[in-house]
């Protein structure tokens, strides 16, 4: 759900006061607040501003030269436009009528009456928040519903009624409630409801409960208030007391989904951090309390080495001591970030250098916490400043030297790799021998032309990042599959330097490019060659029961088709029509002569019969390949239901992977289709009619409609793979 945004630009505020001072100050301060403002000064010509405009919202005096407010509440109660009335009167009653009519405040012109006009712009925009809230209200009575309903749709909330706790349930599952009302004479047991849907409520969905009830005693409270219930309303309750608590609870409830939505948001970005970087942890005396996994690979330590240690326990001999206390000054005792270059010693010995940042963490006295320092591996570029530091040390006396030396290696550098430089505006300016060579173009094919010349393979977004790094300066690494003049393909590593000059100008682009197309072509051998394999395996687990190698091909593709119509990316979709037909390799595992059986089978047949999603898992879930994994899901998970009660752990709904809950329709759709020892085939219609009974109970209803929605798509598979 989108954060709510209030814009007084988009609200009129109409202001009908008889006293001239009071309707200027009011139509002053709504004016600066950003409001558009009418201003009426009886009830005529009120009722000529509404003719005439759209208005939100009406600032009414009750008290007016030619009549009484409440005829103007009487003529706009079926309207949408909310009224706060503006009183000197302290009369309960007409209070009372009013709020009934659809009154949303009363302000009494008292000595602080100035302050309660300053809170309106609250109280609009807590009613204009209050249309994206839902509102689930459970009682018996119809007539108390009712009167709840009509006051707090007059706040504008979204409301939803029923009397009935089952109903209440299904209304939970499909909308997203922010509280309920709950009367506790509702049917037997409003407890056993709570209790029994706590997961969904309390937990899950983050619902808040107010119970409603004739008699409160102290059981009551402590009963409620521990299962989670956030507030007791005791019948009569009065309007304003409603409205209050209704606001408080809904407001707390944003407050409180914003700190989740804030806390899971602020974890991404440490995870991302995690990822990205060298991350380690102290605690204010420098003692190592967390260490991610590039820590421990970079430092060749195990976490379980680190943590406890002083911090030190990676500092290399050579680093100036001067550096360290620098670093303690900033971070302890000026309490501020520290960066700089730190050389540190690995377990084995040698060196690594990291570019760092140490950042102190304060609690709210402004005392350090802990320490998290965040790092980037800059061994490669330290060790080549090193290098050429002592054996180029350039002077006037070996300058000639050094240049020899460099046109040495860039003659290596092109031996081994391939040149392309473009121009600043990406026009071919120089490719190398091995260029040439590989790709069958001339110089005269290439030099002039622009970038795109060269085809590429289907990589056009990762051009356009290649590019935008490239524009901010910085190096692009990646692989790119070009196809050349022989119209062979051909992968390469690349990587992609823009030239810069002092001014910080970018001058062209140098691309230098190492061939990989043997690799990339054996890892495609060996993936089909993996694929193979698994299919065969799926054959093999299919024929133990008397099974064509059709049927697993079949599951395979409606696997596929099914998750390409529910949005899976190309990968995903691959790997589960490579894993799908392994769903039944668990049969290996059963008895012949319950596989074969051509009757029913007894119930400790029956239970031996579904131990073959758990064979099939513990086959396959120990593998480190991609595909082998996700076998191992759909092995396990392709009898369970969408209500829960299929098999082996009676997982529930969305708790059942994707995998499992596509493949349990390609293969109860084909299996239903095809003849089986202990059965004919069924026409399709019987098929048809028991795939939409089972939708919401079965399979994933979701899946089940896509799946109608493209029924000729499925039955063009079938007819191609017929047995």
Known sequence: MSKFIFNPKNLNILVIENSTSMASINHTFFSNYGFNTFVGFSIKEAREILVLNRVDYVILDLNLPDGNGLELINELKNSLIKIIVLTSEDNVYIKNIAYQKGIIDFIDKDKNFLYKISE????????EKNKNKNILIVDNSLSQIEKLKEILENRNYNILTTHNLKEAKILIEQNRIDLIFLDLQTQVDSYAFLIENKSDI?????????FLSDIIHNSLYRDAFRLGVKEILKKPYSIEELILKTDILINNKDIEDEMISSKKLLNQYKDTVDRSSIVSKTNAKGIITYANEAFCNISGYTKEELIGKPHNIVRHEEMDSLVFKEMWHTIKDLKIPWKGIVKNRKK????YWVQTIINPILDKSGDVVEYIGIRTDITQIEKTKEYLKTQYDISQNNFQEVMNLSKLYENAIEQSNLILRLDKNKIITYADKEFYKISGFTKEDLVGKHYDFINRVSQNSKIEQMWEELSKGNIWKGQISNIFKDGKTHHFLATVVPIINLNGEIL???????????????????EESQKEIIYKMGEIGESRSNETGNHVKRVANYSKLLATLYGLDEKECDILFTASPMHDIGKVGIPDSILNKPGKLDENEWKIMRKHCVIGYNILKNSKREILKAAAIVAMTHHEKWDGTGYPKGLKGEEIHIYG????????????????????????EK????????????FDPKLIDLFFENIDKFIEIRDRYKD
């Open 687 to 698: 098929i048809f009619e028991l795939l939409r009974d089972e939708k919401d109970k079965h």
């Open 508 to 526: 062209e682009y140098m691309s230098i490019r190492k061939e990989i197309t043997d690799v990339i072509e054996l890892h495609k051998e060996i």
């Open 202 to 210: 309390f937990e899950k969905k983050k619902i808040r409960v107010v």
């Open 348 to 351: 084995d010995g040698s060196s």
């Open 120 to 127: 309106i712009p609250k109280l609009i925009e807590q009613i």
């Open 661 to 684: 809950r596509i493949t349990a329709i390609a293969d109860v759709f084909d299996a239903l289709g095809s003849h089986r020892c202990y059965k004919k085939a069924w026409e399709d």
